[in-house]
C-alpha cells in the first residue's frame, strides 16, 4: 500500500476507535483491533465517505485485513473511474 | 467439539446470560390467556411485548372464521400452491389485502420473513443494485443474499447518505431497489418517508416499503407510513406481515406493477414451501375486516403507547425518538438490562430483551410493544413495576411521584 493510503486509513481507524492504532498489511480488522460489528459497519462506512464510493456487502464479507481493504477500495476506485 | 463448534462465541455470550438465571430467548409460558395476559411460573403476567397491536388474536369472530373453515376445508394444505393448488381463501385473502391497499395485485406468502425473502430475491437480480437502509430487519439482509443484486447498506433513515450513494452509480447499468420500514421493530422510530420518496423520484430507483410494525397501526385507514405520510404513490412494493396487527401469520406484498404475476412462478420462497392453511387464512380475511371498520382499535392502540411512553419518559427512562407502539428503554450497559428484565419478569411484567448485536448501535433495549387491548390500568401497572424495579436497582433518576404528577 502507499503510504499515504495507509497513513488515511489509519487515521479512519483512529477517529471510529477513539484511540491511537498502528496497523500494516496483515492487520486483522476484527482480530487486532478488536472491532464488533458494530465498528467495522461504522468504519466501512467512514472509508466509503473518504473515498467516495459504496463497498457492496458481498465485497465487505470479504475484507479481513487492511491488506484486503486496501485491494478493495482501489478495485472499486478503478471501477468508479472506468 | 462438534460441528456447531463454530458457535463457540456465540454459545460463551448466551452462557453469560444464563449465568443470571434467565432465559430471555426461551420464555416458557405456562399459558396465554388473552391478547393482554399469560402465566409465567404460575403468575398471571401483563404481556407487553407480543407486537399484538390490536388485540386481535383473540376475537371471538376470527376464532369463530378459523374454526369454521377449518372444519370444513381441513388443519392444512399439505403443501404448495404450485403443488396442491391454491384454494378459494388464499384467492380471497389475495383480494382483500391488494383492495385494502387500493393495488392492482397481492400475492400472499406463509411468513413475513418468506414474504421478504421471496420479494428481495426476485424483483432485483444480477447486475442490479439493492439499497438497505443499515438497521434493515434480519429477513431483509437474508433476502438480499438469496438472490444475486450487489446490496450496498445506506445510514439508517439517512435520505442524505441514500442519495449520495445512488450518485455514485450513475451511468452503471442495472434496476435500483431501495428498501425501508415503516416502523423499525427495536426502537419503534418511523422512516423519513417523504424524503426517501424523493430520492427516489430523483434517482429513478424503485421504492419497497415494509409495513410490517406499521399495517394496522399507521395511516388515515391503517394502510401504514406510506398512507401517513402521503407518499403512496411512490411506493411501488409494499411488504407486510400477518402475525402482527392481524393476529395470524403469513406476508404479503402489494403492488401495482403490471407483470406482478410472473412472481409466481418465479418466486423460490413462495413455490417451494407449504401454503397458508385455511383456519390462518379464514381468521386473517376476518381481521382485516375489522382493521378496517374499527379505527377506534388504532385509536386505543396509540393512546395505550403514548401513556406507556409518557409515563417512562417522564421518569426518566431513556425512550425511542417517536411515541409509537414500541416503546424501547435503552438500558446503561447489558448486566443492568438482564438484571432490570429479570425483575420485571418477576414482577409480572413480560416484555423483549433485546441485545446486541440484534440491536441498532450496539444499545441494550427493554423493547416493549402496546396493544389496543391494554387497558389502561395494564398500562398504569406495567408504569408502576417499572418504576419499583428502577428503584431496587438504584438508578431511576427522578422520583416516581413528582414524574407522574408533571404528566
Given at each position: 500500500m502507499t503510504p499515504s493510503m495507509r497513513n488515511e486509513i489509519s487515521t479512519i481507524f483512529e477517529q471510529v476507535l477513539g484511540r491511537p492504532v498502528s496497523i500494516t498489511d496483515d492487520t486483522d480488522i476484527v482480530e487486532d483491533l478488536g472491532m464488533?460489528?458494530l465498528g467495522v459497519m461504522n468504519f466501512v462506512m467512514a472509508i466509503e465517505d473518504f473515498y467516495d464510493l459504496s463497498i457492496p456487502l458481498d465485497r465487505v464479507a470479504q475484507i479481513q485485513t487492511v491488506a484486503d481493504l486496501i485491494r478493495a477500495v482501489e478495485d472499486l476506485k478503478i471501477g468508479n473511474a472506468a | ?151 450496498i447498506r445506506f445510514r439508517?433513515?439517512?435520505?442524505d447518505d441514500?442519495?449520495k450513494r445512488?450518485r455514485r452509480l450513475e451511468g452503471v ?235
Open positions: 464488533d460489528s | 467439539m462438534t460441528i456447531l463448534a463454530k458457535h463457540a462465541g456465540y454459545r460463551q455470550a448466551y452462557d453469560a446470560l444464563l449465568a443470571h438465571g434467565v432465559d430471555p430467548l426461551n420464555v416458557q409460558f405456562d399459558s396465554v390467556l388473552s391478547p393482554t395476559e399469560g402465566v409465567l411460573n404460575g403468575q398471571t403476567t401483563i404481556l407487553l411485548g407480543t407486537n399484538n397491536y390490536l388485540g386481535l388474536t383473540f376475537d371471538p369472530d376470527c376464532i369463530e372464521k378459523a374454526v369454521q373453515a377449518t372444519r370444513e376445508q381441513g388443519t392444512g394444505t399439505t403443501g404448495s400452491r404450485v403443488a396442491n393448488g391454491t384454494y378459494n381463501g388464499h384467492t380471497e385473502l389475495e383480494k382483500a389485502v391488494a383492495d385494502f391497499y387500493g393495488r392492482k395485485h397481492a400475492m400472499v406468502f406463509s411468513t413475513g420473513y418468506q414474504a421478504n425473502l421471496g420479494v428481495l430475491s426476485t424483483l432485483v437480480g444480477r447486475g442490479d443494485h439493492l439499497m438497505l437502509d443499515a438497521d434493515s430487519h434480519a429477513s431483509i439482509y437474508d433476502g438480499s443474499r438469496l438472490g444475486m443484486a450487489e446490496v439508517h433513515n439517512n435520505p441514500l442519495y445512488l447499468p442495472g434496476d435500483r431497489m431501495i428498501v425501508v420500514e415503516g416502523i423499525y421493530s427495536m426502537l419503534g422510530d418511523t422512516a423519513p418517508l417523504k424524503e426517501f420518496a424523493a430520492v427516489k423520484r430523483e434517482t429513478g430507483a424503485y421504492l419497497l416499503v415494509d409495513e410490517a410494525h406499521s399495517l394496522g397501526v399507521l395511516g388515515e385507514t391503517g394502510r401504514g407510513l406510506a398512507e401517513a405520510e402521503g407518499v403512496e404513490g411512490d411506493v411501488d412494493f409494499i411488504v407486510g406481515t400477518f402475525s402482527k396487527s392481524l393476529g395470524s401469520v403469513g406476508g404479503f406484498c402489494v403492488s401495482d406493477a403490471a407483470d406482478f404475476d410472473i412472481m409466481r412462478i418465479v418466486c423460490r420462497p413462495y413455490m417451494f414451501t407449504a401454503s397458508l392453511p385455511p383456519g390462518v387464512v379464514a381468521s386473517t380475511i376476518e381481521a382485516l375486516k375489522k382493521l378496517r371498520a374499527e379505527p377506534a382499535l388504532r385509536a386505543s392502540l396509540m393512546r395505550n403507547a403514548k401513556r406507556l411512553y409518557d409515563g417512562l419518559s417522564a421518569m426518566g427512562f431513556q425512550t425511542g425518538p417517536e411515541a409509537n407502539p414500541i416503546v424501547a428503554v435503552t438500558m446503561p450497559d447489558q448486566e443492568t438490562a438482564v438484571v432490570f428484565w429479570k425483575l420485571l419478569l418477576e414482577s409480572g411484567l413480560y416484555l423483549n430483551l433485546a441485545l446486541p448485536p440484534a440491536t441498532p448501535t450496539n444499545a441494550c433495549l427493554l423493547r416493549t410493544s402496546v396493544s389496543a387491548a391494554h387497558t389502561t390500568q395494564q398500562i398504569d401497572r406495567a408504569l408502576d413495576i417499572f418504576a419499583d424495579v428502577g428503584r431496587r436497582l438504584g438508578f431511576l433518576p427522578s422520583d416516581r411521584r413528582r414524574a407522574a404528577g408533571a404528566l
